[in-house]
C-alpha cells in the first residue's frame, strides 16, 4: 500500500543525466553533455550523493550547460515555498516535510490520487510563477528572443513512493534534517502538517 511519495524536484543543473554518482536518466539529450559522457542510470532507490565520482568532470559537465546552474538564495526560498503553499491550496495536497535547498527541494507528500509526476509539475509551476511576479527568477537574465525564460528546475524529478509508516517517517526526518546536514537552518515552513496515522 503506498502511503505517500518522497518527491525530489532539483534547480536547472544540480543532477545531470551523466552525472558520474549516477541517475535515472537513460538519455543524454542535450549535444554539449554528450562529451561527458553516457547516461548513467542506476537501479538502487538510495542516496548516492555522497558516493565517489569524478568531481572535475561533473563540474567540467555543469559548465558545458546553456545557463548557468540555478542556486536559489533565501529569498527565493520563500518565493519557492509561497507558491508550494499555493498549490496545496488548490489540490489539497498534505506535505508532512519540506527542505528548500540552494540547488534542489524535498518534499514528503501523503497520499494523493494524482499522480506524483503531475502533483511535481503542479509544485513545479506555482514556484516558478511566484518567482517571475516577484522579479526574482534565477534565469530571467536568459530569455529567448522570443522573451521565454527557461525553467530554473530540472526537466524530471525523483519520486520515491512511501509504502510503510516507519518509512514515512524516516523520509520525514530525512527530510527535516537535510538543511542542517547542508549546514544550513533547520526550516520550518507554514505549509507543512504533521503526519498522523
Not at 527557461?150 to 534534517?177: C, T
Amino acid at each position: 500500500m503506498i502511503l505517500g511519495f518522497h518527491i525530489i524536484v532539483s534547480a536547472y543543473g544540480f543532477w545531470l543525466p551523466n552525472d558520474p554518482r549516477g541517475s535515472w536518466s537513460e538519455v543524454v539529450r542535450e549535444f554539449p553533455l554528450r562529451q561527458y559522457g553516457a547516461a548513467t542510470k542506476v537501479s538502487v532507490n538510495r542516496n548516492v550523493a555522497a558516493a565517489k565520482h569524478d568531481y572535475q568532470l561533473r563540474m567540467a559537465a555543469k559548465r558545458s550547460l546553456r545557463y548557468p546552474p540555478v542556486q536559489f538564495t533565501g529569498k527565493q526560498a520563500v518565493l519557492i515555498a509561497q507558491g508550494f503553499a499555493t498549490a496545496v491550496r488548490e489540490s489539497g495536497y498534505r506535505v508532512h516535510a519540506l527542505a528548500i535547498l540552494p540547488d534542489h527541494t524535498h518534499l514528503v507528500l501523503g497520499w494523493q490520487t494524482k499522480p506524483a509526476e503531475q502533483i511535481a509539475q503542479h509544485l513545479k509551476s506555482k514556484a516558478t510563477r511566484e518567482l517571475t511576479a516577484a522579479d526574482e527568477h534565477p534565469l530571467q537574465d536568459h530569455r529567448s528572443p522570443g522573451g521565454r525564460v527557461p525553467s530554473p528546475w530540472g526537466r524530471k524529478q525523483w519520486i520515491p513512493f512511501i509504502s510503510s509508516e516507519s518509512h514515512l517517517r524516516r523520509a520525514i526526518r530525512y527530510v527535516e534534517q537535510n538543511p542542517v546536514k547542508a549546514g544550513l537552518r533547520r526550516q520550518r515552513w507554514n505549509l507543512v502538517v504533521p503526519y498522523e496515522p
